[in-house]
């Protein structure tokens, strides 16, 4: 599988970004989706994670109620849609797949990663 992240950009406090990540490869039905994010100096960590028939849904609580994890598997395509963005989301945002494993919350479980978008929430 391989994937594109794309839709990142500068946004103000309390705006809203869609983030998208098209994949390639006959397996991405089948896969498990996520969304991780980085800052400087940080170690990556968890955003969201979608199962691969879009059933089930995972969250950071630092996101809950409102980002949106969602999926087209007619388009290959997983979105994750930010609204009410606070600063402390300033980050760059990686997509990722998985075929399965322990846990939808670890980054060592995917085996896909996608290049990266960076999203910008200033003033």
């Known amino acids: 599988v391989q994937l594109q992240a794309s839709g990142g950009g500068l946004v103000q406090p309390g705006g809203s970004l869609r983030l998208s990540c098209a994949a390639s490869?006959?397996?991405?039905?089948?896969?498990?989706m996520g969304w991780f994010r980085q800052t400087p100096g940080k170690e990556r960590e968890f955003v969201a994670a979608i199962s691969w028939s879009g059933g089930r849904t995972y969250y950071a609580d630092s996101v809950k109620g409102r980002f949106t994890i969602s999926r087209d598997n007619a388009k290959n395509t997983v979105y994750l849609q930010m609204n009410s963005l606070k600063r402390e989301d300033t980050a760059v945002y990686y997509c990722a797949a998985r075929a399965g494993g322990s846990s939808y919350y670890k980054q060592s479980d995917y085996n896909y990663w996608g290049q990266g978008t960076q999203v910008t929430v200033s003033s």
């Open positions: 490869g006959r397996t991405f039905s089948y896969s498990d």
